[in-house]
Every structure is written in C-alpha cells, then in structure tokens.
C-alpha cells in the first residue's frame, strides 16, 4: 500500500536549517506530483510547496520563497524539503503529499514531522 514517511523534524534555533525528508513506497514515484503541507500549532493546513513529477518545476508559498527549497531524487523514492533561515513562524507539523499532478487533490498524506523553531 502507499506510504509517505516524514523525517528529520526537530529543535532548532531562529535562523537555523533543517532539512525534512519523505520516504515513498506502493507507488510510482516517479510519475506523481508531490507537495510539503504545514499546520501549525491551532491553525489550519497551510500549503508550503508543490513539485511536479520529473521534479524540474517548483512552487512556493510567499511566507517560504527564498528560503526553503523543494527537491526530489527519483531514484531513491525520495521527496525533500531544505529550510533555511528559520522563523519561529515556522513551527508545525510538516506533511508530505502526492497527486497525480500539481495542482490536483491530494489522495494520499504522510504521518507528519514536528519542526519546533525555538531559542
């Protein structure tokens, strides 16, 4: 079945890095549009950025453009997400997700990753 497993969530101080990772299995990830999701602490979802299939084609929210960067590595089933220059603002559980294009619905979610951005 599919599987979307977030890691590499934690601690970090104000204008600190992190760099999130999404393992996939139970599907071709390489056909499939993936995205990075954020809710934060008594918030709504809040998407955070999408990439397309082939991973050449990027999207972001204003509130991260410039400083986080969306990546994958098909070969490895892998989705990524380096953050840098961290805001407490920041702070939330991190979802990834795929669809069968950017911009369509969503159909499956991983588990979520906390990222506590914190001094």
């Known amino acids: 079945q599919v599987q979307l497993v977030e890691s590499g969530g934690g601690l970090v101080q104000p204008g600190g890095s992190l760099r999130l990772s999404c393992a996939a299995s139970g599907f071709t990830f390489s056909t499939d549009a993936m995205s990075w999701v954020r809710q934060a602490p008594g918030k709504g979802l809040e998407w955070v950025s999408d990439i397309n299939s082939g991973g050449s084609v990027t999207y972001y929210a204003d509130s991260v453009k410039g400083r986080f960067t969306i990546s994958r590595d098909n070969a490895q089933n892998t989705l990524y997400l380096q953050m840098n220059s961290l805001k407490v603002e920041d702070t939330a559980v991190y979802y990834c997700?795929?669809?069968?294009?950017?911009?369509?619905?969503?159909?499956?979610w991983g588990q979520g990753t906390q990222v506590t951005v914190s001094s």
């Open positions: 997700a795929k669809a069968p294009w950017v911009g369509a619905q969503v159909d499956y």
